[in-house]
């Protein structure tokens, strides 16, 4: 998702410090101290306008939540989509990073899990290294993650999610479960909708799966 700069996100990003991290250094193995609770953090790497994000702060209040967002305008357009809601959610904060560099940004062991969503496919080889399956990023989220932390993809892309396969088996990870058409499955009585999953499944395509720990 590529938006236009948006005039309006610095102003607002000012104004709700408390809300969204944008020097995510400054507090690295602090993160405890930003939410009300002290119970364990889950991240999303590339949330968009947030709304997977937004909806899994609000199911589940017993745990801590933070969306990643590498483009500035849309971590901004995710921050005002948490404010328009009835309710404030003191589990939810936003930090504006890229996914590459989360071990500059969190401490060892900080986070509990982390879910990637629709994540841009890269589809050219010479691109792999982007695809946020790739080895590189899966040493990050290994380094941030609690021991054998878990890790939770979705995504329509049949060709990132094979690579995705092959990626985390290449790495040792131990696959809990994939599925290849989500929607139909006992697994979607607790999935919390993504926007481009309610997008590509109204499209009729189907919805991939996978969940592993390292
Ligand atoms: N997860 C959302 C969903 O399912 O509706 C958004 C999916 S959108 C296709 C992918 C998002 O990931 C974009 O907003 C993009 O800017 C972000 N992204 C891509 N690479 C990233 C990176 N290295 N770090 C953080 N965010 C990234």
Same mark, same amino acid.
């Given at each position: 998702?590529?938006?236009?700069?948006?005039?309006?996100?610095?102003?607002?990003?000012?104004?709700?410090?408390?809300?969204?991290?944008?020097?995510?250094?400054?507090?690295?193995?602090?993160?405890?101290?930003?939410?009300?609770?002290?119970?364990?953090?889950?991240?999303?790497?590339?949330?968009?306008?947030?709304?997977?994000?937004?909806?899994?702060?609000?199911?589940?209040?017993?745990?801590?939540?933070?969306?990643?967002?590498?483009?500035?305008?849309?971590?901004?357009?995710?921050?005002?989509?948490?404010?328009?809601?009835?309710?404030? &959610?003191?589990?939810?904060?936003?930090?504006?990073?890229?996914?590459?560099?989360?071990?500059?940004?969190?401490?060892?062991?900080?986070?509990?899990?982390?879910?990637?969503?629709?994540?841009?496919?890269?589809?050219?080889?010479?691109?792999?290294?982007?695809? &946020?399956?790739?080895?590189?990023?899966?040493?990050?989220?290994?380094?941030?993650?609690?021991?054998?932390?878990?890790?939770?993809?979705?995504t329509d892309n049949?060709?990132?999610?094979?690579?995705?396969?092959?990626?985390?088996?290449?790495?040792?990870?131990?696959?809990?479960?994939?599925? &290849?058409?989500?929607?139909?499955?006992?697994?979607?009585?607790?999935?919390?909708?993504?926007?481009?999953?309610?997008?590509f499944?109204?499209?009729?395509q189907?919805?991939?799966? &996978?969940?592993?720990?390292?």
């Open positions: 998702m590529r938006v236009r700069n948006k005039t309006w996100a610095e102003p607002l990003i000012e104004s709700n410090r408390d809300r969204i991290v944008t020097k995510g250094a400054d507090i690295r193995g602090q993160w405890q101290n930003r939410f009300e609770r002290n119970q364990p953090i889950n991240i999303e790497v590339g949330m968009g306008k947030g709304q997977f994000i937004i909806n899994m702060a609000k199911k589940y209040p017993e745990q801590n939540f933070i969306g990643i967002e590498v483009q500035k305008s849309v971590a901004a357009i995710a921050l005002k989509n948490s404010l328009d809601m009835d309710i404030q &959610l003191p589990n939810l904060q936003f930090l504006y990073a890229d996914g590459a560099e989360l071990t500059d940004y969190f401490e060892n062991g900080e986070i509990n899990k982390v879910y990637l969503n629709f994540s841009d496919p890269w589809p050219k080889t010479r691109h792999e290294k982007r695809r &946020l399956t790739f080895k590189t990023f899966l040493k990050v989220y290994e380094t941030i993650l609690v021991d054998h932390g878990e890790l939770e993809f979705k049949m060709g990132l999610f094979e690579f995705s396969l092959t990626s985390l088996n290449n790495y040792g990870m131990t696959y809990e479960g994939v599925w &290849l058409n989500l929607h139909d499955s006992s697994e979607n009585e607790q999935n919390v909708e993504t926007e481009y999953e309610q997008k499944s109204a499209m009729g189907p919805i991939y799966k &996978l969940k592993a720990h390292f």
